[in-house]
């Protein structure tokens, strides 16, 4: 259509493809969900801002808001101890489509407790090439 010399276009989808959205299954690819090292990778960064701008007083109040133990509370929160490029890399996980996820974030809590930035980097090639970390 045109209509003052603007020019109008659009795509119509098939009514089956909308149906299966509707519905949750996505038309075409299977796309998968986010792997849930991703999931609590930016959740600990969430909490921390949380903290940081004063909208809770500490990772208590969050432990507590979460209904879960201080000690889970502090494994989660130990995952920001990781190297920047380890974060991001954790952040940008491919999807699952099928089976388990790649990572776990137990298989990370050693690799948290490492103090440089180096080491880790090491311990991460090693999880990646499916040695045990020591």
Do not use: H
């Not at 989808?13 to 609590?40: D, H, Q, V, W």
């Not at 489509?97 to 407790?113: C, F, I, N, P, Y």
């Amino acid at each position: 259509m045109t209509a003052s010399g603007l020019t109008l276009e659009w795509t119509l989808e098939r009514r089956s493809n909308m149906r299966r959205e509707a519905r949750g299954k996505p038309s075409g690819t299977a796309t998968g969900k986010l792997p849930r090292i991703t999931r609590l990778m930016a959740l600990a960064i969430k909490f921390r801002d949380m903290v940081d701008r004063g909208e809770v007083r500490d990772y208590t109040d969050l432990a507590r808001l979460g209904y879960v133990t201080r000690a889970r509370m502090t494994q989660l929160m130990n995952l920001l101890n990781l190297a920047p490029d380890i974060q991001e890399e954790i952040l940008f996980l491919p999807a699952t489509t099928k089976g388990r996820d790649a990572v776990s974030e137990r298989s990370l809590r050693k690799v948290t407790a490492i103090v440089p930035w180096s080491r880790q980097r090491k311990a991460c090639q090693n999880l990646r090439s499916g040695l045990r970390l020591t």
